[in-house]
C-alpha cells in the first residue's frame, strides 16, 4: 500500500467513503459560521501576527490526516475510545468525532492566539449544536443524548490540540497528531513570521513532505522528507511533543528523512 501523503485531498478520500463523513463536510463547507471563523482565523493569524496558515486549508489538512492515522488504529484493531466508554454508537460515528475535532481546532484564533485552544473548543459548544442534528437527524438511535456525547468528545478533542494538554481519547490524540502533520512546504505549526529569515522560516521550508502509513512494528509510520536538516527543528518542537502527548504515542513510529538518510527516529533506537 502507498503511503498517504499529508495533503486535502485526504478528507476527500474519507469522504468519499463514509456517507456519514461527506454529509459532514458538506454542512461544514456550507456553513456560514464555519466557513468566517476560520476566513477570521488567518485574519488574527498571517493578517495581524505575520504567522502561517491557520486557516480552512489548514483545517482540511488536519483532518485528514487525523482521519489517516485514525483508519490506521482501526486496521490495528485498537478500539476508540468513545465506543469502549459508550458515548457514540460505532465506529463511523467515532470517525465523525475525529474530523469535527481536527476541523474546528483553530477557531479559537478568530478571538486571539492565546489560550485559542480552550477558546475554540467553547466556541464549538453553540455550533455542534447547530450542526449536529443537520449530520445525525435525531430519530431513531440518533438522540439528543447523542448529540451532547459527540459535542462533548468533539470538544475535548479540540482543546487537546495544547500542546502540553494530555489527550484522554483515541480520537482526540489522532486530532492533535494530525494537527502536526501539516508541515511540508511552508506549512509548519510552530508559527513563525512571514517574510523573516531565522531558524523557524528556514526549518519550515525545508519540509517537502509528510507521508503517513502503515508501521513497521507499531500501526502508525510518519515519515518527514526534509530537503535540509534545518526541518528537524519542526519535527522537534512541534511533531514529537504533540505525538508524546496524544496518548497514542505508543502506536507510532516517526522518521525524518533528509536527502534519503534518516535523521530522526523515534522511539529511539536501541
Not at 454508537?89 to 477557531?107: P, Q, S, T, W
Request: aromatic content about 6%.
Amino acid at each position: 500500500m502507498c503511503p498517504a501523503v499529508v495533503s486535502p485531498a485526504l478528507l476527500e478520500k474519507h469522504a468519499r467513503e463514509s456517507p456519514l463523513l461527506s454529509r459532514a463536510v458538506q454542512v461544514l463547507e456550507e456553513d456560514e459560521e464555519v466557513q468566517e471563523l476560520l476566513r477570521l482565523a488567518n485574519v488574527f493569524a498571517v493578517h495581524r501576527l505575520k504567522y502561517n496558515d491557520h486557516g480552512p486549508t489548514h483545517a482540511k489538512i488536519a483532518a485528514g490526516a487525523a482521519l489517516e492515522l485514525f483508519s490506521l488504529l482501526l486496521d490495528a484493531n485498537i478500539i476508540p475510545s468513545c465506543i469502549k466508554d459508550g458515548t457514540c454508537n460505532d465506529i463511523e460515528e467515532a470517525k465523525l468525532i475525529v474530523l469535527l475535532g481536527a476541523y474546528f481546532h483553530d477557531i479559537g484564533n478568530s478571538v486571539h492566539r492565546e489560550k485559542h485552544e480552550y477558546t475554540g473548543a467553547l466556541m464549538a459548544k453553540d455550533i455542534l449544536d447547530r450542526i449536529l442534528p443537520k449530520i445525525l437527524p435525531e430519530k431513531g438511535r440518533y438522540s439528543k443524548k447523542m448529540h451532547y456525547n459527540i459535542r462533548q468528545e468533539v470538544m475535548h478533542a479540540i482543546y487537546c490540540t495544547e500542546t502540553d494538554v494530555e489527550c484522554l481519547t483515541v480520537e482526540a490524540g489522532c486530532v492533535k497528531v494530525g494537527d502536526g502533520l501539516d508541515m511540508a512546504e511552508g506549512r509548519a505549526r510552530v508559527p513563525y513570521k512571514l517574510g523573516k529569515v531565522d531558524i523557524h522560516s528556514v526549518s519550515a521550508l525545508s519540509i517537502k513532505r509528510v507521508e503517513i502509513s502503515k508501521g513497521v512494528e507499531r500501526p502508525i509510520r510518519i515519515t518527514v522528507h526534509m530537503e535540509e536538516w534545518a526541518g528537524i527543528f519542526q519535527v522537534e518542537k512541534v511533531l514529537l511533543p504533540k505525538i508524546l502527548k496524544s496518548g497514542i504515542c505508543n502506536y507510532i513510529e516517526l522518521v525524518a528523512i533528509s536527502r534519503g538518510k534518516e535523521v530522526l527516529t523515534f522511539p529511539p533506537c536501541t
